[in-house]
């Protein structure tokens, strides 16, 4: 477990964050300028903090210098060696699980390959290799896809994935982009002005009203986790959910392996009664659990379905027509091509 508790005041701006991250991916959101940033760096013992109070598995880090704590650091660019071919860059890091590395990132093809003459996906993956090889007992990512383009950050979420699944350490990630969390964490950091504001559960805090002001609009949501079923000859994917089963786009995973679906509040569509003879392919009974009026036209509607937790987003006339009320039992509809392929793991 690490636990962080640090504190800074720069110009007109100050840092007071505390969260603990078990082993796994915990997710620090938030837009930009909100401190994220900085507190990796104080982590990593590259920012001279008032207060930082680290500590890892009880083993207090924070008066030690950044070599001595044994962290790997990814940062937005690459910042490889140009002159070092791909394996002597990995290898700067050290060679550890050299082997197991360099095949579950997909390194193999690009060993003697210099930096020149690799894209921005490729750079990045051996970024993380050469963090990797170090042994590290906590990775932090800064950013790591930001200054990639849609289909590199396509590339390379499937090694960032595989690479999650494969390690047991704290693992850091720090990103504006709500897709990509979904996709990576476990837990999350919500971080406003230099404040830690939400923190836990991706699901709990994602399908959480409360949580929408500081989330924004289009990152707050849902994330479910499920099985999936198969693949139809029309391009469908069918996943078994604790919300129920639901029909998503692209040919997902393997049957009987696991998915995440991401379902932001905005794309879920409520219903008084079971809809008949609509296009739509997902509907769930649900039942609301909690109601929040935000400062502008919006209310988010906290629903239980299943085992699951789920959120929508609606008008307060719709509310108010509807007469939507805490205990209402009710149905979510969720149309399979709002369902971005890229929030679909």
């Known amino acids: 477990m690490l636990q962080v508790s640090v504190a800074k005041s720069f110009d007109g701006f100050s840092l007071d964050a505390s969260f ?144 999650r699944d494969q390690t047991s350490i704290p693992i850091l990630y720090v990103s504006h982009d709500m897709g990509e969390v979904a996709r990576m964490a476990s837990r999350i950091v919500v971080v406003d002005q230099g404040n830690v504001v939400l923190s836990g559960d991706l699901h709990d805090v994602l399908a959480d009203p409360a949580a929408v002001p500081f989330l924004g609009i289009s990152a707050a949501g849902a994330v479910l986790t499920g099985r999936v079923v198969g693949h139809a000859d029309d391009g469908l994917t069918k996943i078994e959910t604790g919300a129920g089963a639901l029909w998503v786009p692209g040919s997902v995973g393997r049957a009987g392996g696991q998915a995440r679906v991401r379902i932001p509040a905005q794309d879920v569509i409520l219903s008084r009664s079971a809809p008949k003879d609509m296009s739509a392919l997902n509907v769930l009974s649900v039942t609301i659990t909690g109601l929040e009026q935000g400062k502008g036209p919006g209310v988010a509607v906290a629903l239980r379905a299943g085992e ?4 929508a987003r609606v008008t307060k006339r719709s509310c108010e027509v509807m007469r939507l009320k805490t205990g209402d039992e009710i149905f979510a509809i969720l149309k399979a091509t709002a369902i971005a392929p890229s929030d679909v793991s």
């Open 20 to 163: 603990d991250a078990p082993a796994g991916v915990t997710a620090i959101f938030g837009p930009s300028g909100s401190g994220k940033t900085s507190i990796i760096r104080a982590v990593a013992g590259l920012l001279n903090c008032d207060r930082a109070d680290i500590s890892l598995d009880g083993e207090n880090m924070s008066g030690l210098s950044p070599n001595k704590r044994n962290m790997g650091y990814v940062f937005q660019d690459a910042r490889l060696f140009p002159h070092m071919t791909v394996l002597k860059n990995l290898r700067y890091g050290g060679t550890h699980d050299e082997g197991a590395i360099i095949e579950v990132l997909g390194l193999g093809a690009l060993l003697t390959r210099y930096p020149a003459s690799l894209s921005g996906g490729e750079k990045q993956r051996v970024a993380l290799g050469r963090a990797l090889m170090s042994a590290p007992k906590v990775l932090l990512l800064d950013e790591p896809l930001s200054a990639l383009d849609g289909p590199r950050k396509a590339e390379v979420l499937p090694y960032l994935e595989a690479l």
């Open 308 to 311: 699951a937790r789920l959120l």
